[in-house]
């Protein structure tokens, strides 16, 4: 089975415009969570979707919005951006959402955003 | 609340094991994980625990878990150079698809 893939893999922008990042999970998974990593905070979670529906999120700003497509694969979006969101961003899928089952994430190699 | 705690470094010599610790927060997580993470690369699943094992031992790993003190460690044996990166662990919290995870431990591996 192919793993999770992410495009762009590295990406390039200036303060103030916008970037969307693309992530394709693991075939049968319909579970995707986004988490932005950078020196500073470590690992924190963005959102998650799940059947098309924003199910969970982070403590980020409205700039940072995503969704998700029939075929379970999302895209998130960061608009107006800013130095601080340079970071990598790493995706995961998994197969369900439910915490009383295994439900191991499987992380993508990520996109690493850097804002000039 | 949310909150996972580890050590930042840890520098072993090859051959010997490596014990990277972890304590957590959340007496509701029903798994927790540990993840490698190599330069310049993503997470990497090295194994997870069950909240109601003590121990899981997956060929040079060993987790132990000891869920009265919400302590998690791993141990890595006969730990080689190929072995230095970034540890993670991490629990799921009581939502869905939402993992939390500790600052990592660089683990550095010397010949």
């Known amino acids: 089975k192919a793993g999770v893939t992410q495009t762009p893999r590295y990406l390039i922008k200036t303060r103030g415009q916008q970037v969307t990042l693309s992530c394709s999970p693991i075939?049968?998974?319909?579970?995707v969570s986004w988490y932005q990593q950078t020196p500073g905070q470590g690992l924190q979670f963005l959102f998650e979707?799940?059947?098309?529906?924003?199910?969970n999120k982070g403590n980020f700003p409205g700039r940072f919005s995503g969704r998700q497509f029939s075929n379970s694969r999302s895209e998130m979006n960061v608009s107006t951006l800013e130095l601080g969101d340079s970071a990598l961003y790493l995706c995961?899928?998994?197969?369900?959402?439910?915490?009383?089952?295994?439900?191991?994430?499987?992380f993508g190699p990520g996109t690493r955003l850097t804002v000039l | 609340g949310e909150d996972v705690e580890q050590s930042l470094f840890l520098s072993v010599r090859e051959g010997d094991s490596s014990v990277i610790n972890c304590t957590y927060t959340?007496?509701?997580?029903?798994?927790l994980y540990w993840y490698k993470q190599e330069p310049g690369a993503g997470l990497q699943l090295l194994t997870y625990?069950?909240?109601?094992?003590d121990m899981k031992q997956d060929q040079r790993l060993t987790v132990l878990l000891n869920k009265k003190d919400k302590h998690l460690s791993l141990r890595i044996a006969d730990t080689q150079t190929g072995d230095s990166a970034i540890y993670f662990c991490?629990?799921?919290?009581?939502?869905?698809?939402?993992?939390?995870f500790g600052q990592g431990t660089e683990l550095s591996v010397k010949p």
């Open positions: 995961a899928s998994s197969h369900t959402r439910d915490t009383r089952r295994e439900n191991t994430q499987y």
């Open positions: 075939s049968g998974h319909r579970s």
């Open positions: 979707y799940f059947s098309e529906t924003q199910r």
């Open positions: 959340d007496s509701s997580s029903t798994y």
């Open positions: 625990i069950f909240s109601n094992m």
């Open positions: 991490a629990e799921t919290y009581n939502q869905g698809g939402k993992l939390i």
